[in-house]
């Protein structure tokens, strides 16, 4: 079993910053495969960054050059950094687990993320 604990969301004005944590236990944290999700209201979640066990990492192309996503497997965390945010990245962001060789998924219980003037 492995829980995921999002922390670090908040209100903030367009061209703002935050920075979104995510902390793993009860699992080999290397090994997994690891995502940010967002679901706005009325609107499916999307995947917005992830990083696979081995460092590679992937972005929506509406977050490229603004998001990054970072793990550090020695405490058992991946960030993700999110910079001249905009409206429409207002959502409930999830932190979410898997490993190539298995079909389970873990999630977060969700972090909001409200970015308004």
């Known amino acids: 079993q492995v829980q995921l604990v999002e922390s670090g969301g908040g209100s903030v004005q367009p061209g703002g910053s935050l920075r979104l944590s995510c902390a793993a236990s009860?699992?080999?944290?290397?090994?997994?495969?690891m995502g940010w999700y967002r679901q706005a209201p009325g609107k499916q979640r999307e995947l917005v960054a992830s990083?696979?066990?081995?460092?590679?990492?992937n972005y929506v192309d509406s977050v490229k050059g603004r998001f990054t996503i970072s793990r550090d497997n020695a405490k058992n965390t991946i960030n993700l950094q999110m910079i001249n945010l905009k409206p429409d990245d207002t959502a409930v962001y999830y932190c979410?687990?898997?490993?190539?060789?298995?079909?389970?998924?873990?999630w977060g219980q969700g972090t909001q993320v409200t970015v308004s003037s």
């Open positions: 979410r687990a898997d490993r190539a060789w298995s079909s389970i998924a873990y």
């Open positions: 009860g699992t080999i944290f290397s090994t997994y495969n």
């Open positions: 990083i696979t066990s081995g460092g590679r990492t």
